[in-house]
């Protein structure tokens, strides 16, 4: 397989991994009235990856505005809240609420209406060797 043939084959490849798992996804959060990119935030503060949103700005690598906008909707749906750090009063810490905990749990493990497969079952089927 030359240079040329072995980059189509990657391209192809990524798509459709790409494509499968965002199917997966957006039929899986469309219940809960959120985004795939608010999932990934409740996601990445369910395995606590980030703590406030200056720490989801660096991860993600998006304008702040953008974070804060995606925070003020899961904080309206009730699935986030946001409290003073004890140690630094200009810290806010950014929390799932009990709702937004369970939200995410069923996102990650339940298959959505109409899908095949939930977003960790895609992932062992098409990501594990």
């Given amino acids: 397989m030359n240079t040329d043939q072995a980059m189509t084959a ?9 494509k499968g798992f965002t199917a997966a996804l957006q039929a899986a959060v469309s219940p809960y009235q959120i985004s795939f ?6 996601r990445d503060i369910a395995v606590e990856r980030v703590q406030t949103l200056t720490d ?8 702040k505005p953008a974070i804060a906008r995606q925070i003020s909707s899961l904080l309206r749906l009730g699935y986030v809240e946001q ?8 810290r806010r810490l950014i929390h799932l ?21 939930s977003p960790n079952t895609w992932v062992t089927a098409n990501w594990h060797s």
Wanted: no cysteine.
């Fill in 10 to 18: 990657f391209i192809d490849s990524y798509f459709r991994a790409v």
């Fill in 56 to 63: 989801i700005v660096k991860l993600r690598g998006v304008t």
């Fill in 97 to 117: 609420t009990t709702t937004g905990a369970d939200v995410e749990r069923i996102i990650t493990a339940t298959p959505a209406s109409g899908s095949k497969s």
């Fill in 37 to 42: 990119e608010q999932y990934q935030i409740m």
């Fill in 83 to 90: 409290n003073t750090a004890n140690e630094d009063h200009r």
